[in-house]
């Protein structure tokens, strides 16, 4: 399975962007069973979760962000989005999308945000809010 992210780029704060994550290289039913999530690293941070969505549709949000992002997926396209709504500047970061195995509710309860747990990653979409 690859990742490829696109959408980033530079925004004003209070404005909106889309980040999407194109997956390919797997099968449709091997989507169905994948969590798929966004990270992002900013300046000399640690690597942190940011939003995830499970097999089932249920969603994780970091709570920097609940309330002003969302994250959805397309299983015929094979596409992960994160919609970003007011973005501030301390959203400025390098962001990633993720995606693993997860056939359960406690698989994904449990691995949301921890990216180490992800067998699979992309290389990231820069977003500058300023």
């Known amino acids: 399975v690859q990742l490829v992210e696109s959408g980033g780029g530079s925004v004003q704060a209070g404005g909106s962007l889309r980040l999407s994550c194109l997956a390919f290289g797997g099968t449709y039913s091997t989507y169905r069973t994948y969590c798929m999530a966004w990270f992002r690293q900013r300046p000399g941070k640690e690597r942190e979760g940011v939003a995830a969505i499970g097999m089932d549709g249920r969603t994780r949000y970091a709570d920097s962000v609940a309330g002003r992002f969302t994250i959805s997926k397309d299983d015929a396209e094979n596409t992960l989005y994160l919609q970003m709504n007011k973005p501030k500047p301390e959203d400025t970061a390098m962001y990633y999308c993720?995606?693993?195995?997860?056939?359960?509710?406690?698989?994904?309860?449990?691995?949301?945000?921890?990216?180490?747990?992800?067998?699979?990653r992309g290389q990231g979409t820069q977003v500058t809010v300023s």
């Open positions: 993720a995606a693993d195995f997860c056939p359960s509710t406690r698989d994904f309860a449990t691995k949301w945000n921890r990216a180490r747990t992800y067998s699979y």
